[in-house]
């Protein structure tokens, strides 16, 4: 048994009795049975193939606080103004190492069938309604997090609204007497013909040591139209794991980007489920990574069915000694014909200290299908370059104007213009900067 | 899926054609893996002690390895216990001299898979080493490759003749203790072929070698060792059919090749073993370690595959780029039918300055055939201007066929170009449309669209090859239809 482990089997033992929805039994076995899973299952080493390029002993063998002790997060007295990440909606839910935070949260103007629900409120109803949130997963992360969660936010859209206001999740690793491993949650569940747009943003304000455990889950039902926006930009001494898992329905559509700034290490993995005809994902991300930095992304599109469609597109700058991971899986499952799937994978390699590992996957089985991948690793265009140069660029500006031009398309299809032009600043200092920690991140 | 024509059940129903079973005196040692059987084998061969004490250190290592799983195969576990590990033809003693003192029964087994030695010679102007069961028993046009100081000879020869070169070079690519079959052929293998091509030589013929398995119950491990020394340039085919029967047989080859500087080695392969019946029963599981070393500066080794045989084919032929400005490539075509698996593919180590790869791979999936490419391509800190291409494309024929992708990318020098690129597609209902309607029979529209498909691969194949890969697979896919 290594070391964090031990230490969370003995809080989960500690802390099972006052975790939200404790005294009631449906969640509280659903606890009990998600621990139990995440201990058989182990925490990942680099023997397991899906975590062959991401090392997560500094994660493994340190000391966190996972649960409990909230009164000296409370006493951390932030304000609007010093949040690490900008509000970018007027519906927003801030959370303070995973707990809901109501002073900096605005949430009151949410129209009819928009509900936005905290995980500990939503944990302590009783009966069916707790269903969305009782999911086990085989994988050792997510089942940690369904063990151990205390807070987060489920957003409910009821059947054939369409809400065009981004909804905003802002999650903070604080300055905290211990360093802690915050679990945050977030559950989307769109009904019939609604739309809805979710902004997923972690971040941390300086001098966190903290690490995130996080888990997304959205379920778009026939019709439903999800756009997910997920950002994560950390400090240089937080880890920060993620996972989505994406179900999508008949004719329903869903976007999920993830825009990876990372802070040590970071591993994210997005799948998505398409189980019915006519269903569609988009998967878009960006990742950039700098000295010190790791970012692992994994995707898996599982196309269970006929007639559905997905299409990634992936790119990664890996400069100073940091490393970029990426590792896409599109699955077609048998009989699951008429499929398109389309996955792109562009990498630039800035720095020769810096390592970019990438394995765009396929496994088809069925033969109606229309699949194909792509990867590069490379770097700036010496034409372009040149071209720059010619015009009077110095080197450096021109650097950053091509890096700039090879991040940007990804931000540029953001359809939340806060977002989008936060996005659009942060690639661009991020391009002009040598260093990571000096920058301000908030724009 | 709409209904299939005829040809398609024809195509599915069609029977191995090379299988048919020759029945000569079998000198076998009994079943079984321990250090016994390896010093038999190697006192059999009358191997010196060298030899011997390197198959056991192998065998030492073998014991403590496991069987690997992570590939996209599934089959039942081997008993490597119930394998025979030594069978030869029983007239060794006194070797052939000629043509005409080759057991009949040898050459009537060639005849009927149409390429008779004589024609063989004769027509292709191939030297042939054929490796029957375990023994080389015959060696063509050696006088002649000796008049230029080429060395084609079959391993055991090598070892007794040319030790120097053996000790020097064997196991230097591929390490005993590399992967649990490699460790494995490295304590048992029994025979293969050897060949050196001395500096600045180019060797005047295409050199071949014929595989076939014969004996029941006796697993192949053969070792094959090409070395092409500063300047030289060798091709070297390698071409395999094997009877029908019905138990599965393993076949864990290695094979290793070294191009010093400036030398050129093209490694081509036809492999068409005994695939099992349309219910996956029988056939030959093919795990295979092939590695090629460009170890000099400006050397260039090229493998080419068509992979149509086999119940399961499991195989990397790899470049390792030392040299500065090597260049590594892969073309490779694999055909999995009926219950067939196939994971193939390759890896591209750049280490040197300014290496080049290229890899092209084509998969055809028919039936519940399932093929896999799986391939690395690692640019290491050191290789400036490293530069790789890939391009993996898969045909998929019939509703439960599967075609998988698994590369692997890792690059640690900012100044690579890697592109790789992957497609999975049915055959085009337009594509066949468009030539049914100009009158090209179904068969013929297949035929023409596969070949077409794999044409990249094709026309990297020496002449020989080409046609006789041709015919394959137009055997192969007779009338399927997506």
Known sequence: MNLLSDQLAEQFQQHAGTLPGAGKPRVADFRREAFTRFEKIGMPTLRQEDWKYTDIRPLRESNYIALGDHESVASNKLTQADLPFPILSSHVAVFLDG???????????LPWGVTCTTIADFLQRDGDEVAPFLNQFDTAFPALNCALVEDGMLVQVAAGVN???????LYVNTVSPGARLNSARLIISASANSEVTIIESHASVAGSTNATNAL???????????????????????????????????????????????????????NADLIGRGAHVTMNGLFMVNDGQHIDHHTRVRHRVGETTSSENYKGI????????FNGKILVEQDAQKIEALQSSKN????????IDTKPELEIYADDVKCAHGATVGQLDEDAFFYLRSRGIDEQTARSILTFAFAADIAASVTVAPLREWLERIIMTRTHAAGINEIDDRG | MASQPQDITDFVNRKYEAGFYTDIEQDSVAPGLNPGVIEFISKKKGEPQWMLDWRLKAYERWTKMAEPKWAHVHYPPIDLQAISYYSAPKSQDDRPKSLDEVDPELIATYEKLGIPLEEQKMLAGVAVDMVF????????????????????????????????????????????????????????????????????????????????????????????????????????LEGCTAPMRDENQLHAAVVELVALDDAEIKY??????????????????????????????????????????????????????????????????????????????????HLGRNTRSTIISKGISADRGQNAYRGLVRIAKGATNARNYTQCDSLLIGDRSGAHTFPYVEVKNSSAQIEHEASTSKISDDQLFYLRQRGIRDEDAINMIVNGFCRDVFKELPMEFAVEAQKLLSISLEGSIG
Not at chain 2, 134 to 151: D, Q
Not at chain 2, 281 to 301: A, L, M, P, Q
Request: proline share 3%; charged share 15%; aromatic share 10%.
């Open chain 2, 133 to 236: 069961d375990s023994v080389s028993v015959h060696t063509t046009f050696k006088e002649k490759l000796a008049e230029v100081g080429v060395i084609f000879c079959s391993f055991s020869e090598a070892v007794i003749n040319h030790p120097e070169l053996i000790q020097r070079y064997l196991g230097s690519v591929v390490p005993v203790s590399d992967n649990y079959f490699a460790a494995l052929n490295s304590a048992v293998f029994t025979d293969g072929s050897f060949v050196y091509i001395p500096k600045n030589t180019r060797c005047p013929m295409e050199l071949s070698t014929y595989f076939r398995i014969n004996a029941m119950n006796t697993g192949q491990f053969e070792r094959t060792l090409i070395i092409a020394d500063s300047g030289s340039h060798v091709s070297y």
């Open chain 1, 163 to 169: 809400f065009n206001e981004p909804i905003q999740a």
């Open chain 1, 318 to 325: 890996a400069d100073g000694n940091g490393r970029g991971v």
């Open chain 1, 216 to 270: 997304t889950e959205i379920n778009a039902e026939t019709g439903a139209n999800v756009s997910h926006y997920r950002i994560q930009i950390d400090n240089a001494s937080c880890h920060h794991i993620g996972n989505v898992y994406v179900a999508v329905a008949n004719d329903a559509s869903v976007n999920t980007y993830s825009f990876a700034f990372g802070g040590a290490i970071t591993r994210i993995d997005v």
């Open chain 1, 99 to 109: 707990i809901f935070n109501s002073d900096l949260s605005s949430l009151d103007t």
């Open chain 1, 348 to 355: 630039l390699l800035l720095s020769d200290n810096a390592e």
């Open chain 2, 268 to 349: 081509s392969t036809v492999q068409n073993w005994y695939p099992g019946d349309e219910n996956g029963v029988g056939g030959i599981y093919n795990f295979v370690t092939k590695r090629g070393d460009c170890r000099g500066n400006n050397s260039k080794i090229s493998w080419t595959q068509v992979e149509t045989g086999s119940a399961i084919t499991w195989k990397y032929p790899s470049c390792i780029l030392k040299g500065d400005n090597s260049i590594g490539e892969f073309y490779s075509v694999a055909l999995a039918r009926n219950c067939q698996q196939a994971d193939t593919g390759t890896k591209m180590v």
